[in-house]
């Protein structure tokens, strides 16, 4: 046991894992300094690494200066021996032919793509609640519209021009509302559809040559693992199918109503139909 200022600076040094804990006969590493120990040997690794291993530059990095002296000739020649078929270089930009620019322009598109459902994913992710609310207001609203002009009309006869106009305008508004609110989603969809079908047309179309090929297989696969929908709280995907479902399910408690509302308001009819 050490007493004193030697076990002070003993407990500090162990606490800061400089000094080891005993144990018995044998000392014992502190956790502190075997923490430290993965962390250098994980950067000094780390360090190695980087400084011996060139990394290559991918497609979609556009070269800061455009007017690079190259030899084309020898550029291409060395990229057609040495072909990555999944990374290009800056020499492969530039000095590259028209086939080559195709490539480019593949790998250019997949990028924008991937962009474009990182953002559908952090909308939907965001205001997906949002989405719901709104979706969920007009649809209720659709739903007291319909009953107080279904209940207008059959207990005011009197008022039935007023109550038509005023009902059907205001059911009018809010089935507009609601398909503009799902149009912009459903044109996404759509167009991301287009471009699955667009990418499967080319890969069976583009022949047999193969650096085209991978890029376009490449393509592919990145649309399948990366196919994503507007969908607020993963409960539906806005789209025209959703806005049909919802009035088949207006349309269905409009039938329930009309079929059993006089027997909701005269309870004595359901023991009488029933009993």
């Known amino acids: ?21 005993p144990r018995g006969s044998r000392l014992r590493v502190s956790k502190a300094l075997v923490v430290y120990g993965f962390v250098l040997v994980t950067f000094i690794r780390m360090n190695t690494m980087n400084r011996y291993r060139k990394m290559p530059k991918v497609a979609w990095e556009m070269a800061k200066n455009e007017d690079t002296a190259l030899d084309v000739n020898s550029a291409v020649n060395m990229n057609n021996i040495n072909k990555n078929n999944y990374i290009f270089t800056y020499i492969d930009v530039l000095g590259a032919n028209e086939t080559e620019r195709t490539e480019y322009m593949i790998r ?40 107080s002009l279904i209940m207008g009309l059959t207990q005011n006869s009197d008022l039935f021009l007023n109550v038509l106009l005023y009902s059907s305008m205001n059911i009018i508004n ?28 080319l890969k069976c ?15 592919l696969r990145m649309l399948k693992l990366q196919k994503t929908s507007y969908s607020p ?36 009819l359901v023991f009488t139909n029933y009993f």
């Open 205 to 219: 179309n583009c022949g047999e040559y193969r650096p085209l090929r991978n890029e376009l297989d490449l393509f």
């Open 108 to 147: 250019q598109l997949a990028v924008y793509y991937r962009h474009i459902c990182v953002i559908i994913r952090t909308w939907t992710s965001s205001d997906g609640l949002l989405m719901a609310l709104i979706l969920i207001n007009r649809m209720f609203h659709l739903v007291q519209l319909l009953l």
């Open 233 to 268: 709280l993963n409960m539906c995907t806005l789209g025209r199918p959703l806005v049909l479902k919802i009035f088949g399910g207006l349309f269905t408690y409009l039938m329930v109503i009309l079929t059993y509302g006089p027997e909701a308001q005269t309870p004595s």
């Open 1 to 21: 046991m050490e007493s004193g200022a030697v076990g002070l600076v003993l407990r500090l040094s162990r606490v800061m894992g400089i000094a080891p804990y």
């Open 174 to 201: 809010h089935v507009m509302a609601l398909v503009l609110f799902v149009e912009p989603f459903q044109r996404t969809h759509f167009q991301m559809e287009r471009t699955s079908i667009i990418v499967q047309t």
